[in-house]
C-alpha cells in the first residue's frame, strides 16, 4: 500500500524547482562573500546587496515550500499562483541584476565574485520568470473560445 507523504518530490526535479534551489544557493554564496570582504558590511553597497539577496533567498524558499508541500492555499481564493511567482521572480530579476551592478562598481576580488553569483542568480530568476510567463500565456489561451 502506498500512503501520500504530502510532499511532491517531483518538483525538487523540476526545472522551477531546481531554479530556486539554485537561486537560493548563489543568493547565499553572495551574501558570503560580502560578508568576508575586507570592507565593511556597513558600505551601501554592500548593506544593498546583502538585503536584496537576504530579500530574494526568503522568497526563493517561501515559493519553493509552498510548491514543495503542496500547501496552494493562493488557489482557493482570489490569485493566480503562476501569475504571482511571474510577478515576484521578474522583480527579483530585476533587483538581482541591480545589486549586482551596484556591488561590481567597488573594485574589490570578493564583491567582483558576489556579482557573479547575483548575475548567476539574475539569468536563474529570469529564466524562471519566463517559464511561468509561457505557463501563465497557456492556460489563458486554453480558457478562450
Same mark, same amino acid.
Given at each position: 500500500?502506498?500512503?501520500?507523504?504530502?510532499? @511532491?518530490?517531483?518538483?525538487?526535479?523540476?526545472?522551477?524547482?531546481?531554479?530556486?534551489?539554485?537561486?537560493?544557493?548563489?543568493?547565499?554564496?553572495?551574501?558570503?562573500?560580502?560578508?568576508?570582504?575586507?570592507?565593511?558590511?556597513?558600505?551601501?553597497?554592500?548593506?544593498?546587496?546583502?538585503?536584496?539577496?537576504?530579500?530574494? =533567498?526568503?522568497?526563493?524558499?517561501?515559493?519553493?515550500?509552498?510548491?514543495?508541500?503542496?500547501?496552494?492555499?493562493?488557489?482557493?481564493?482570489? =490569485?493566480?499562483?503562476?501569475?504571482?511567482?511571474?510577478?515576484?521572480?521578474?522583480?527579483?530579476?530585476?533587483?538581482?541584476?541591480?545589486?549586482?551592478?551596484?556591488?561590481?562598481?567597488?573594485?574589490?576580488?570578493?564583491?567582483?565574485?558576489?556579482?557573479?553569483?547575483?548575475?548567476?542568480?539574475?539569468?536563474?530568476?529570469?529564466? @524562471?520568470?519566463?517559464?511561468?510567463?509561457?505557463?501563465?500565456?497557456?492556460? @489563458?489561451?486554453?480558457?478562450?473560445?
Amino acid at each position: 500500500m502506498f500512503s501520500t507523504s504530502g510532499y @511532491d518530490r517531483l518538483y525538487v526535479r523540476s526545472t522551477s524547482g531546481l531554479a530556486k534551489l539554485l537561486c537560493m544557493l548563489f543568493a547565499v554564496a553572495g551574501i558570503i562573500c560580502i560578508a568576508v570582504s575586507t570592507a565593511p558590511v556597513t558600505n551601501l553597497r554592500g548593506l544593498i546587496y546583502m538585503c536584496v539577496m537576504v530579500f530574494a =533567498c526568503l522568497g526563493s524558499a517561501l515559493v519553493f515550500l509552498n510548491n514543495f508541500c503542496e500547501i496552494r492555499r493562493c488557489r482557493r481564493h482570489f =490569485c493566480n499562483t503562476t501569475r504571482f511567482e511571474l510577478y515576484l521572480h521578474a522583480t527579483l530579476a530585476v533587483l538581482c541584476f541591480l545589486a549586482a551592478s551596484a556591488a561590481l562598481t567597488l573594485a574589490l576580488v570578493t564583491y567582483s565574485i558576489a556579482a557573479f553569483f547575483g548575475y548567476v542568480a539574475f539569468c536563474l530568476y529570469a529564466l @524562471d520568470a519566463w517559464c511561468n510567463y509561457r505557463r501563465y500565456r497557456q492556460r @489563458d489561451m486554453s480558457t478562450q473560445t
